[in-house]
Nanobody, 125 residues
Framework: QVQLVESGGGLAQAGGSLRLSCAAS????????IGWFRQAPGKDREGVSC???????????YHADSVKGRFTISRDGAKNTVYLQMNSLKPEDTAVYYC???????????????WGQGTQVTVSS
């Protein structure tokens, strides 16, 4: 059974850091693109970061302009887990964060086949 479980959310102060984890089961994170999305109250779900499959021709990571230089996405194949390191947090980063698996990195949620349940991140000013 395919499952994604996020963890690591919580409360942080502006300027602080959090590391989110996305633990997968039922498939290997090495062979899927794994994306992180977030959704704030009253807003659409937006793509934050993505790491391509190891079988991808470009083998890249992607970040939204709003988080470039602050967030880093990485993968640990042995633990079948993808991480999102979030530094220099801002109040506008407050949202529920989701990880998702698909065949290609995309900013469109509909391109992903599997989703986790989400983890809340709250950044206080």
């Amino acid at each position: 059974q395919v499952q994604l479980v996020e963890s690591g959310g919580g409360l942080a102060q502006a300027g602080g850091s959090l590391r989110l984890s996305c633990a997968a089961s039922g498939f290997s994170v090495n062979y899927y693109a794994i994306g992180w999305f977030r959704q704030a109250p009253g807003k659409d779900r937006e793509g934050v970061s993505c790491i391509t499959s190891l079988t991808s021709s470009d083998r890249s990571t992607y970040h939204a302009d709003s988080v470039k230089g602050r967030f880093t996405i990485s993968r640990d194949g042995a633990k079948n887990t993808v991480y999102l390191q979030m530094n220099s947090l801002k109040p506008e980063d407050t949202a529920v964060y989701y990880c998702a698996a698909g065949y290609h990195c995309s900013g469109a949620p509909r391109q992903y086949d599997y989703w986790g349940q989400g983890t809340q991140v709250t950044v206080s000013s």
